[in-house]
């Protein structure tokens, strides 16, 4: 269709420039411009009518129109998609849309209708194609579409493989024979509902519904602070009100020591204290921490904290019964905030405000990385290591290490151990006085008694006194 749509619009509309995006140049050479070439021959035009300059990416018509060839991948480099701020086309069509970033999508919709819209009278229009993708499509087509609230500059027409005359008996039998059954609900099933990836921890419907539950905000404000090199990635703050993110900000390129006065004015701004603050301390977090003393640092890599939900045990500290929760089965405090992050937004408890739709694909997506490692195994539960993530997302997962981080204070309650009242230990009777060594154990056994006779529960006196280091019992 949309090979079709552009041939026809320059063959009527000489000297019209148009484009065709996909993620990758390479895989729009192997399947759209292919489709383009079987659309030619189809309606027998002739390859003189047209030629392709592979050197520039576009292929020319002899009445001048023009059609780019577009990659629109995400890059490192121009985040913001620079590289498309001067071009001017008549429209376009962005192929495999799922694939593509909504910053693509943002940037490239105004950039259309400035090309002899006006001399032709041709309202700027943008094809997009797509499968069912749980992203920006979803978000701002599918959803509003499906609720009857879709905005009148966007329409939304459902084709099925079926509706094709031409592939649907052979394609229909291909899509049956796909195993992995959310492939199939996706392509053959154009369900946008499709199930979630088995290993990963959050619904998909749940991760959207981030942007509308309502949770209770709570007296208690905190800041999370991810923080990255100068030049590398994004510096992310977020700002809570008890379990409701109310404000999102992004730096670039600064060093940490003007990282460090920003912080400190948000902070000051939003009457934060710096006790409810963390940063991520490992790499360049730790400078600073070093110049926000008070903060909380927050170690991905260290040992999980005790489990508050767990029923404690007793253990003797220098002298002194203390309450201690047993740790989790987690390999780290990262993969400890993970599960319960992903927890805790499958149960609608958290909520984000936020109007830019670039930063919420890019939480949405991080979001969906939240996955099990290692389901197959009997260890200590482990997300996806953030390499990994990285290379699968093409970059640091900055949003989602701030939500893991506001994890971290629900947790700290029990970093340190409950004190319970410990009842003075009984002097020895008379007759055990000066006694050593074996003659010990009847002491013991008689202390033991008295020490159980009320119904407070302390320790016996093995777990204060240890006869193979010191052999004296005295009173």
Known sequence: ???????????????????????????????????????????????????????????????????????VNFQPSDPLFERFGSTEYTGGWIEEAGEVHFKAFDVLKTRIGRHLNKEFNIHPKMLITCNPKKNWLKRLIWKPWKEGTLKTIYAYIQSLYSDNYYTADTYGEQLDEIADKITKQRLKGGDWNYDDDDNCLVDGDAIQDIWTNTVEEGKEKYATLDVARFGKDKIVMMLWRGWRVYKIIVWENQDTGLTAIMAKDELSKEKIPFSHCIVDEVGVGSGVIDQMRGVKGFIANSGPLEDPNAEPVYKIVNGIKKRIFPKENFKSLKDQCGYRLADMINNHKISVDCKDEEIKEFIEEEISELKDFKPDEDSKKQLVPKDEIKEHIGRSPDFLDNLLMRIWFSLSDVVAPDIVPFKPEPELPGEYEGRVGSETSQAVEDINKQLHSSDEEVPTINEVYNPSVDDDLTA
């Not at 399947?31 to 030629?51: A, G, M, N, R």
């Not at 300059?53 to 023009?66: C, D, H, T």
Request: glycine content about 8%; some cysteine.
């Open 1 to 71: 269709m949309g090979a079709e749509w552009l041939i026809v619009m320059c063959y009527r509309f000489p000297g019209t420039k148009w484009f065709i995006g996909r993620k990758e140049l390479k895989r729009l050479m192997q399947s759209s411009y292919e489709t383009f070439k079987k659309v030619c021959k189809f309606h027998s035009i002739p390859d003189s009518d047209w030629k392709l300059n592979g050197q520039y990416n576009y292929i020319e018509f002899v009445n001048g129109s023009r059609i780019d060839l577009l990659d």
